[in-house]
């Protein structure tokens, strides 16, 4: 793909998808003055607006893409009612543009779906000016939350153009691009009377994998509606679920959500993310015989101390509870110094000095002036030898209480989630609440499943093991458990990474 096209996100939308789209809102029986297309490319939407609304009397395309201007400036030549402008969305004056305008106004269209990850490493400037647009605070900053797709920005500074006048947006966009606009204008007080996401195969039209939709909305002054109904595709038929706030939280299905909500409340434990290390190919291993073998193939007579078995999400989501690889954990603290390896377990400070050009040169930032070959994301949580655990890919909700294998703590990678325990029956005790019907309708009412994490820290510690064990009436039963359970991890540091 080329360098541009990843740029400028250029990926046309077919005529026959824009129809779609356009038909699809006069069923909402819209009727806009005036429509835009902010991202116009060869201008789609602008054609298939002109097919559907015969009320739309003025028709307005941008696009930062001359040659696109010129081609579809030549194709309207013979229209007065049409304006098309080479113009990059980032240094226009929306407001002023807008505030002249006469409503409503319908902006339609489909923005760049690239994030600014990508576009710092292409060394790209199509960026907005100032890219911390949801306030992130610096470790959210440092964990990858800051990073958004250009588009998301796109719509927020359209939905704030827009609030508080009789208009509409209808976009196409990744599916968690719609959630956070949607969740980022119901918190900021935008005024919206109805919203809605139309669910598409964008594999069958972009010839892409991502979640993707057409998010709609419909901007009324004093209307605060925050809930959107969702489609299963470009269909009224065919709706699926109604997300939404409830008490200033994003919930995926408000129906199930309301069935299952007794059991949402106080996280009894802490929920850990696994074991991070950034460095598979050294620091994980299978063993071979007494030996172990390395991601590069290379055979190697390691010291057992430091060496532990490794459940990874794969593993867990497919229900495959013995260990087929270990992992290195160099430290049992994310304080503990890693030079004592050098006595402890010389042949293991060997091998991680041989690699040492891959270990010292981890990306993320969390490594920085921490020990030598340091891991991240443990605690006391790591070794104990009993946990309850999830994978957080994949959709099938299912829970495992893990044991120790071969005498040694089970570790888990950084896509998994988990709770330590003190014993196999606390561990057993607890994993039959979470996986009962009533713990997994709560989650999954929570739960969007387009995202690449769908089950995350922030949905596990909204279950209240207490109340889900006292709608299950066991909470006579093992009740000890959770009366003990906050002693286990109150002193230890929460960390998220998705
Ligand atoms: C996904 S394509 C969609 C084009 C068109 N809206 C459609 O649906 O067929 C995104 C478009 O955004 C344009 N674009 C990218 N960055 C832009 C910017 N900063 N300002 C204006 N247009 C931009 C690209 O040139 C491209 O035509």
Known sequence: MSRRRIEFGDFQTPIKLSNLVTSLLTELSIKPHIIIEPTCGS???????????????????????????????????????????????????????????????????????????????????????????????GFSAKTGKSNFDISEWMLTKLSKVLNKSDSYMAMLCKTSTARKVLLHNWRNGIEIDDSRLFLFDSKKYFNISAGACLLYMSFKPNHFEKKADIYSDLNLQNRIATMGIINNELVADIGSYKKASAIGGFQYYTWRSGIKHDAAKVMELEKVGDKYKNGFGEIIDLEDTYVYPLLKSSDLGNDRLEPRKCVIVTQKNMKDPTNTITKKAPRTWDYLNRYSDILLNRKSSIYINRPRFCVFGIGDYTFSHWKVAISGLYKNIHFNAIGPYEGKPIMLDDTCYFISCKNEKEAVFITQLLNSPISIDFIHSLVFFDAKRPVTIDVLKRIDLRKLATELGVEKKDINCLKQSKNISDSQTCLVFD
């Open 43 to 137: 201008g789609s939407f602008l054609i298939s607006g002109m097919g559907s609304f015969n009320g739309a009397k003025y028709f307005y395309g941008f696009d930062i893409n001359k040659e696109y201007i010129q081609d579809l400036s030549s194709k309207f030549k013979d229209r007065k009612n049409i304006e098309i402008v080479e113009q990059d969305f980032f240094s226009f004056n929306w407001n002023g543009f807008v505030q002249n305008l006469k409503k409503p106004i319908l902006c339609i269209g489909n923005p760049p779906w690239v994030t600014n990850a990508v576009l710092g490493t292409i060394g790209s400037k199509n960026l907005p000016e100032k890219s911390n647009f949801q306030g992130l605070s």
